[in-house]
């Protein structure tokens, strides 16, 4: 079974030694960081090389993998400033990551809403959005092949890239070896495709299985909407899924998130019984 993990934000605002004990005493060992877990920017403009050695300690004292890094931001907003913040954000996430032993940073594709990393706006279709964003991409890509980070997008509904297929064409297009994508069949369905929802993985995973670095585990209620649920409460067909990733060679990590602190535990075993 792939490695299970669970995003360090679920747990409460503890000191890190505290909230790694709490992902232990919940049966894992794995999770995916981000930087305000220890009172950092998700996107800090620097980050000490202390700080690294802190967080790097602490995970290796619990036995704790870091299997990814939070690095998302507006990496196509509006205000040219706002979105070279974010760029040089990531760039300190890049050099960051090896300190912390992690190699895989989590980003967005962005968004034309300039108030709203994850809502959707009508120019996030257009070409112009695709041009910032592979410019934006371009800026970073090299950086990242050259470090030994990768660097993994996720389609979103309100993001530029929004399907698999777009997807599939962003990696064709840049063609880089230090970019891959997070898959999250939370994220590609709604409420219409939730009956075929079998199909629909089926050609995410024909279009990306080889370049998937992360699988994202978020339920989604039947209403469409997501993130307040465990697996196994809404709609998700987790065993078709995992049945499906298998049958395709994606051997990746499975993060849990969007769902209640209290609910980690009991929903270790569920995904981990599911055949």
Request: glycine share 6%; aromatic share 4%.
């Amino acid at each position: 079974m792939p490695d299970l993990a669970v995003f360090a934000k679920t747990y409460a605002h503890e000191p890190l030694p505290l909230l790694l004990q709490s992902v232990r005493a919940d049966g894992l060992s794995h999770v995916q960081f981000n930087l305000s877990c220890v009172g950092q920017p998700t996107l800090p403009a620097t980050l000490d090389a202390s700080v690294c050695d802190q967080i790097r300690t602490a995970h290796h004292d619990a036995a704790i993998t870091m299997v990814a890094l939070s690095a998302t931001g507006n990496i196509i907003h509006p205000d040219a400033a706002q979105r070279q913040q974010v760029l040089n954000g990531i760039h300190t996430l890049i050099d960051a990551a090896p300190l912390l032993d992690c190699r895989l940073l989590t980003i967005s594709t962005g968004t034309c809403n300039p108030d709203d990393m994850w809502a959707a706006h009508p120019d996030n279709t257009t070409p112009q959005a695709w041009a910032t964003m592979c410019r934006s991409l371009c800026a970073l890509l090299p950086h990242a092949e050259q470090v030994g980070v990768r660097l993994a997008f996720e389609p979103e509904a309100g993001n530029v890239v929004q399907t698999a297929a777009q997807a599939r064409q962003l990696l064709d297009e840049l063609a880089s070896p230090a970019l891959g994508v997070v898959l999250d069949v939370a994220n590609v369905l709604n409420v219409d495709t939730i009956d075929t929802q079998r199909q629909v993985i089926d050609e995410a995973l024909a279009l990306l299985a080889p370049d998937i670095a992360l699988v994202h585990l978020k339920e989604l209620a039947p209403d469409g909407t997501s993130g307040h649920l465990a697996p196994g409460q809404g709609v998700i067909d987790y065993r078709y899924l995992r049945q499906a990733l298998a049958h395709m060679g994606v051997q990746v990590p499975q993060v849990m998130h969007g769902l209640p602190r209290a609910l980690v535990a009991q929903s270790v075993r569920w995904v981990r019984q599911i055949k």
